[in-house]
């Protein structure tokens, strides 16, 4: 059986008179993709992220630190951490918001999920946070 990981959030979108916009360079822009859907697929693990957050795209692009800055391990380390609490908060709709929360996450520890897979969550993971203001688990980078 094809073991698939969806992660599908999908969260609402800012009306722009809401929020204040920020400036953002051109050439930059131009970078990232116009969809801002994130999807890695890896068929010989058959596994698969998806990730469809208005802005990630970008702050993947421009924020998130470089690929194998950290260590495999590391990444496994802190994504445990944060999914664990993520589901927490799934399971708990009355106290955190299931607009933020709005579906479990499946990862699970003892599977090797490779490097990809491993940086894409914990990149999601930090943009959440920041994003929505939100503190899943111990120190969270502002980048």
């Not at 709709?93 to 491993?118: A, C, K, T, W």
């Not at 969550?121 to 969270?140: P, S």
Request: charge should be positive; aromatic fraction near 18%; charged fraction near 15%.
């Amino acid at each position: 059986m094809k073991n698939i990981i969806y992660i599908l959030i999908v969260l609402f979108i800012i009306v722009a008179c809401s929020t204040s916009q920020k400036n953002v360079d051109t050439a930059a822009k131009q970078n990232v993709a116009l969809n801002d859907t994130v999807r890695i697929k890896n068929d010989s693990l058959e596994y698969e992220v998806i990730i469809i957050d208005n802005g990630f795209s970008y702050w993947l692009a421009s924020r998130a630190f470089p690929r194998n800055y950290h260590s495999l391990s590391f990444l496994e380390n802190k994504n445990y951490l944060y999914v664990t609490e993520w589901n927490n908060r799934v399971l708990q709709p009355q106290r955190f918001s299931p607009n933020l929360y709005e579906m479990r996450i499946d990862y699970q520890p003892n599977i090797h999920y490779g490097y990809e897979v491993n940086y894409l969550i914990y990149n999601y993971m930090i943009y959440f946070q920041n994003t929505y203001k939100q503190k899943l688990w111990g120190y969270v980078p502002s980048r």
